[in-house]
């Protein structure tokens, strides 16, 4: 059943007017998944699905089936007039100033099925009350909003009527934008001109998941509509898990002024940033503070002044002056340094490198994320934080990972290449290590 490939019918009910299509290839998927755990003798991950598989047969509210040719292509997609909008919200993040109150983000999940009265039937208790269930033949859809108050959001009632018209009669969507020759492409994702922003993009955005043995990767093109600011020389030396950008958005640039909030950084005052990341220390004295140890290189647009900032952080009853350079906030020490009229540091280590900035990339980030679940400190605290099933799997599931890296070229025409890498280390599986993170952290 696994090998066997299923009609994919549900390609022809994607809505001409959809922005945002994400393509999972189904069948691929599973061949490599089950090529993974069976030819890889992987018994730790085999019985742990035989025990999931026992729990789910033995509990009273199993299901007995979906209903859903998962050996086929998955088709997420999204209506949008504000896409913009959609993908903040993907993001976790949020653009009230350009949402309006008659706009809905709606998403639909596009499935081909096998049993379609199945499918009908438990498709509530899969997915929610919330979303509009249709069916039809071997086409099932899944369909529902998001970012929205509930005064204004859309009645089930009229999410059914519109997911009923979608699979009324099959759409003109191009399906060229998904035609490919690579073999081990899982997954792919297209999007209209000016997705990110409101402006006309020269052609589509397109990116492609491909997985190996070693290896998780994402090629394609992103339409990026911001320009890499030639006044950023220098990026910090990369040690732990390092970040570089200059390519610093508004959305950033806020989340970066709440970060630095007791520094008085003047908002939307940032246009280049370059961290070292190394890992969460948890004061506990005089009160429980979780306090992230990290390298920061901050260019800002016009010139500043780190010493005023540095005053006004002293003005804090939880601050003092170690010397000249450096501070203690929180019982932490941090170091600084102004590097040029326009360019701080502001770090927990003594002494950092520089290097050139490199022009040919607006954003990279790369190195071991393991540290991103490194916590230093000591009490009971720390020991419940590491008793949590979820920091655990989190830890063990990133312990797995030999280094991570992912790039946006500098854009041309407003368009960049996009790279991304997440490369296992030797004896640990891509899908192996992500199935089991899925199952341990639920």
């Known amino acids: ?70 050996n086929s292509d998955i088709i997420i997609f999204s209506q949008s007039k ?11 993040l949020t653009l009230p100033k ?5 706009d809905h983000n ?26 509009a269930i249709a069916v039809n033949g071997n086409v099932g859809l899944v369909y529902f909003e998001i970012n929205k108050g509930e005064d204004n959001r859309l009645s089930v009632k009229a999410l059914k009527n519109k997911a009923n018209k979608i699979l009324s009669k099959k759409s003109t969507f191009d399906l060229s934008v998904f035609e490919t020759s690579g073999d081990n492409i899982m997954a792919q994702s297209w999007s209209k001109k000016g997705l990110v922003r409101k402006v006309k993009m020269p052609h ?12 998780l990767i994402i090629d394609g093109e992103l339409a990026y509509n911001l320009i890499s600011k030639s006044e950023i020389s220098k990026d910090i030396k990369p040690h732990g898990m390092h970040l570089s950008i200059d390519q610093v958005s508004g959305i950033v640039n806020d989340s970066l002024a709440s970060l630095f909030k007791n520094l008085n950084i003047p908002e939307g005052k940032i246009s280049g940033l370059s961290v070292n990341y190394h890992e969460l220390e948890l004061i506990a004295d005089p009160v429980l503070f979780p306090v992230p140890k990290f390298d920061a290189l901050v260019t800002f647009e016009g010139n500043f002044n780190i010493e005023l900032a540095i005053d006004d952080l002293l003005s804090k009853e939880d601050s003092k002056r170690i010397n000249e350079s450096c501070i203690s906030y929180s019982g932490l020490k941090f170091y600084y340094e102004q590097v040029d009229n326009k360019t701080v540091y502001i770090g927990t280590s003594k ?10 990339t607006s954003f990279r980030m790369y190195g071991d994320p393991a540290c991103f679940a490194k916590i230093e400190g000591s009490g009971m605290m720390k020991s419940l934080v590491e008793m949590m099933p979820y920091f655990t799997s989190s830890r063990e599931f990133l312990g797995k990972i030999e280094t991570l890296d992912i790039s946006i070229g500098t854009p041309k025409n407003r368009i960049s290449k996009v790279h991304a890498s997440i490369k296992f280390n030797k004896g640990k599986y891509p899908l192996n290590s992500i199935l089991m993170f899925m199952i341990e952290s639920n």
């Open 204 to 215: 589509d955005a397109s990116l492609s998941f491909i997985i190996t043995d070693t290896e």
């Open 82 to 92: 504000n896409t913009h909008d959609l993908v903040g919200v993907l993001l976790n």
């Open 1 to 70: 059943m696994v090998f066997q490939e299923h009609a994919n019918e549900n390609q022809e009910y994607i809505p001409k007017d959809a922005n945002f299509v994400v393509r999972i290839d189904g069948r691929k998927l599973l061949n490599t998944s089950a090529s993974s755990i069976i030819l890889h003798e992987d018994e730790e991950i085999i019985n742990l699905i035989e025990r999931l598989l026992q729990d789910e047969m033995e509990g009273e509210s199993s299901l007995k089936g979906s209903g859903i040719a998962i």
């Open 351 to 360: 002494n950092v490198s520089y290097i050139k900035h490199d022009n040919k």
């Open 106 to 131: 709606l998403v639909g999940v596009l499935f081909n099925l096998n049993r379609p009265k199945t499918f009908e039937k438990n498709a509530p208790l899969l997915f929610g009350d919330n979303r």
């Open 98 to 102: 350009t949402f309006k109150k008659n």
